[in-house]
């Protein structure tokens, strides 16, 4: 029976060069969970306990000050590590800490639970040890301490065990599949011998390629449309709405009478008709999801017609192909129109699907290291149970998304008619499931890149007759990350590693075969040429980028705008011919790659496309003559390395061009559109002649939902000595809440400050501060919120300022920290500032007034809801700046006054 240790530890930090231990603790246990023995200790530290780890471990300075220095308790850590299997749950971590203080795991065979829960629980949206113990009911006691975690790793790792021996197939066939391919000690080893051995055997490339095909097929979503009548009556719209609320009438629920609601179908429907343009500011509790989908479906049914509705966000896109289209559905229905009569496809850009060909490609190709292993396990564990083969189905660790990078649909060869999976390929179903659609849910990257001209002849989807835009405030920042170029030294250097290993594997497959192989003697000093080529354009690069921004390799992310400055650089012409070089490489190797073989062609051509999207994107950047676009430099946050990106300038000229001038209705709408009552900015910027705007009322009664409270007297949240005065009141709000509280930052930095000044006094109080970067990720957080916001304050920054739906009594207090106006020298920002004769009137302005109503939009999200709203950021009530007041919902009361005042007019409220 197996010995496994389990062992965890706190630190002050994330790096052992600099960091340190303070907290060990190590678990005995066999394969039952019986525990043998228990050790831990604290470790005093060299330097001071950062407040920070004080906060999130709960060790304090008092408890440290007479514990044993690592030195003194090393022999004994080592001892009580020197046998069983190694567990812990993100093991890397602390075996770095520990090897960095001279306790040494080289030989030793190592089980990583995180690593486990990857694969056996690939479904979680957090694989956090604490979330893990509480999803599979394991009894923890507190986490952040390390005999308490490494007890829970050791738990986690006997509930592994026992799924591992109840698995069945193909599961455990998966698992033996690559086990016999990885590795004698490597996890997925190990993990094998737990498998039953009444089921599966070991199976040879074919068999296994068979098998996942087979459960690949058995997934498939249907796609025909099964009734092609195009002769079908179109009910009118009252009596679709009237068949929605009998269903959810019948169903036990309520739905009310909306008189905008109605007036925006009427609009709606009039531009399907007329084939004509719409803006429509729709505010939050109107139902604009039906308002829209309700007209443009009743007139597409009837006329054959095709309708696409855009999203920003994957949370709204879910809800209308679950939610909301079920819906509509049986109202269609109930009014004589068979359910069968149109079909409705959610789909995503290529590169959110996994291609079967370049999967196959890929576990066939040689021998990875461990967590290559773990990682092609896990996604055919994922594979042999996806229907639509979304890769956000999965969540990504570190160097995954590299990986996921080759894997992805968005090659030439996932598609091409030589791909012998061609007809299995996830984006080919989806393709064929949106041909028939009459109603196709896409999101916003996957609509600019359908019409950007680089994409005309990849297109997925053929025009639709009405193209409908909710989300459309977000639409600025979608068109600038679709368009977005990049190049990297890394990259350029592995599309060229491809390249060669493609070659070579053609080559032997052509040999096995006895068919002609492909021969490119001139590649190695092509390669060369191109590497040495593209390193000094990178050189030049990084020299002009930290020589800007101020900072070193290896230090934090940053962006910048590139200057003119830059054509007056020394190296700038030396550059500029290393260019020339590499572009003439680059082409003179796209030229032998295309005599090659039809099906070696296909697998070459995403990779050569990579090398000409970074020749092109290097042009541009160092070229006087570039077309008007932004130029931006940038340091990888993980690697340090130089990035290069392009993007378009005028996003109203792309939009106009790609979409505004097609033969195909639109209409745009969202909850915040206008500023200082008026459409003008937005239009200005999004190009949007020929339209027409229509604004419908709110249905909510603000003046008895809502009350917005401004303090004057707390400072400035931007001034150092103010801080403490602000998180001061900031903790007493929401001790008198009790919880039930989101409060939004424009930053990182100003969560953290806020969370190490407040979290202490708040624990003490019962409330538990959820916050962003402590806490994991958006889904987490808001899953951890809902289950406890009764004792609960969630701090968020910019995801959470739109998407967030907190319903009814879980969210009765929204805190704004700050304005949140973008980020001075955010590089896009200065860029399109440059287009304005008063960029803070005409664009900073308006930018900030739209997110904060997005912010506000947070707190009332039905009639029923009823909160209070506290902006912090004292500056709304400036002359420059009170207009924005302006733009909060005109009967919803603003109060100003003492913090004093407020704090007892909420205890007054809570009582």
């Known amino acids: 029976m197996p010995l496994y240790t389990a062992v965890d530890i706190e630190t002050t930090g994330t790096r052992p060069d600099r960091d340190e231990i303070i907290e060990i603790g190590i678990i005995r246990c066999d394969e039952t969970g019986a525990i043998l023995s228990r050790y831990e200790t604290l470790v005093r530290p060299k330097n001071p306990l950062p407040d920070e780890t004080a906060q999130i471990t709960g060790i304090t300075e008092t408890m440290l000050a007479d514990a044993p220095t690592i030195e003194a308790v090393r022999d004994r850590v080592r001892d009580e590590l020197s046998e069983g299997i190694i567990v812990g749950h993100n093991l890397v971590f602390d075996i770095a800490f520990l090897e960095a203080v001279g306790i040494s795991f080289a030989t030793r065979q190592r089980v990583d639970t995180f690593h486990i829960a990857q694969l056996l629980s690939w479904r979680e949206s957090s694989l956090a040890l604490a979330t893990l113990c509480q999803r599979f009911e394991i009894a923890t006691q507190e986490s952040h301490r390390a005999l ?33 391919r990885a590795p004698s000690d490597d996890l997925i080893a190990h993990l094998a011998t737990i498998l039953p051995e009444t089921v599966s055997t070991p199976m040879d490339d074919d068999v296994f390629r068979a098998m996942l095909l087979s459960c690949l097929r058995s997934h498939r979503l249907d796609h025909a449309k099964t009734d092609t009548n195009t002769s079908v009556e179109s009910p009118s719209l009252d009596a679709i709405l009237h068949a929605i609320r009998t269903i959810v009438e019948r169903d036990g629920g309520t739905i009310e009478d909306r008189g905008e609601q109605r007036r925006m179908m009427r609009a709606v429907e009039q531009t399907c008709e007329a084939r004509s343009h719409l803006m429509a500011e729709a505010p939050t509790g109107l139902g604009k999801t039906f308002a829209y989908l309700v007209p443009s479906l009743a007139l597409a049914v009837a006329n054959d017609e095709r309708v696409c509705v855009s999203t920003h966000t994957k949370l709204l896109q879910d809800q209308i192909f679950e939610r909301d289209i079920p819906l509509l559905r049986r109202a269609f229905a109930e009014c004589g129109i068979p359910e069968s009569a149109f079909c409705a496809t959610k789909l995503k850009g290529r590169a959110n699907y996994l291609s079967i060909a370049a999967f196959f490609e890929a576990i066939e190709t040689e021998a990875y290291d461990a967590w290559r292993w773990i990682f092609f396990t896990r996604l055919c564990l994922w594979l042999v149970e996806t229907r639509t083969g979304e890769i956000d189905e999965l969540t990504l660790y570190n160097q995954e998304h590299e990986w996921m990078a080759t894997l992805r649909a968005n090659n030439v060869f996932t598609l091409a008619r030589e791909n012998p999976y061609r007809d299995d390929e996830f984006l080919q179903l989806a393709r064929k499931r949106a041909k028939s659609s009459t109603l196709i849910v896409i999101n916003h990257a996957l609509l600019v890149g359908e019409y950007s001209e680089e994409n005309v002849h990849r297109r997925l989807l053929s025009p639709p007759d009405h193209l409908i835009i909710d989300e459309a405030h977000t639409l600025e920042a979608s068109v600038t990350d679709a368009c977005r170029e990049s190049a990297t030294f890394e990259v350029m250097e592995g599309a060229l590693s491809r390249i060669e290993q493609a070659i070579r594997r053609h080559n032997s497959r052509a040999k096995e075969r006895r068919e002609e192989t492909f021969t490119l003697p001139e590649f190695p000093a092509l390669r060369e040429s191109i590497i040495l080529d593209a390193g000094m354009v990178f050189d030049f690069l990084s020299e002009y980028f930290f020589a800007r921004s101020g900072s070193r390799p290896g230090e934090e992310h940053r962006e910048i705008l590139r200057e003119d400055d830059i054509f007056l650089h020394a190296s700038h012409a030396t550059a500029v011919r290393a260019h020339e070089a590499l572009s003439s490489r680059v082409l003179e190797l796209s030229e032998y790659c295309y005599t090659a073989p039809e099906a070696l062609m296909r697998l070459l051509e995403n990779h050569l496309e990579i090398l000409e999207t970074s020749v092109s994107v290097l042009a541009r950047m160092l070229s006087e003559d570039a077309d008007a676009g932004i130029h931006t430099l940038g340091s990888s946050m993980r690697t340090g390395s130089i990035y290069a990106s392009v993007m378009p300038l005028r996003i109203g000229a792309f939009l106009s061009r790609a979409l505004w001038s097609k033969s195909f209705s639109c209409t745009l709408t969202s909850a ?10 937005i239009s200005k910027l999004f190009g949007l002649e020929g339209f027409r705007f229509e604004t419908f009322d709110t249905e909510f009664d603000y003046a008895k939902q809502a009350l917005c409270y401004i303090p004057t007297d707390l400072g400035d949240t931007r001034r150092h000595e103010d801080k403490k005065r602000i998180h001061e009141f900031l903790a007493r709000i929401i001790a008198i809440m009790g919880g039930r509280t989101l409060a939004l930052f424009t930053s990182f930095q100003s969560i953290r400050e806020a969370y190490l000044a407040t979290n202490a006094e708040l624990k003490a109080s019962g409330i538990r501060v959820i916050a962003q970067g402590f806490s994991g990720g958006k889904q987490r957080m808001l ?6 916001s009764e004792s609960s304050v969630i701090y968020g920054t910019d995801t959470f300022w739109q998407g967030v739906d907190i319903p009814g009594r879980d969210l009765e207090l929204l805190v704004i920290h700050k304005l949140p106006f973008t980020v001075p020298a955010d590089p896009v920002f200065m860029a399109r500032s440059r287009l304005f004769e008063n960029p803070f009137r005409e664009y900073a302005m308006p930018q900030m007034i739209l997110k904060l109503r997005q912010g506000i939009g947070r707190l009332i999200r039905s009639r029923a809801d009823c909160g209070i709203i506290v902006i912090l950021d004292a500056r709304i009530l400036s002359d420059w700046w009170r207009h924005a007041l302006d733009d909060f919902p005109e009967d919803m009361p603003v109060k100003t006054g003492s913090a004093a005042k407020f704090l007892e007019l909420l205890r007054l409220r809570r009582h």
Not at 163 to 178: C, E, K, T
Not at 783 to 788: Q, V
Request: charged share 20%; glycine share 4%.
């Open 783 to 788: 899953a951890d919120y809902l289950r406890t």
């Open 672 to 681: 915040t559109l206008r500023t200082a009552g008026s459409y003008d900015s």
């Open 148 to 180: 308490a975690d490494a007890e829970a790793s050791a738990k986690l790792l006997v509930h592994y065990i026992h799924m591992l021996g109840s698995l069945r197939d193909p599961a455990a066939s998966i698992i033996r599949y690559f086990a016999s």
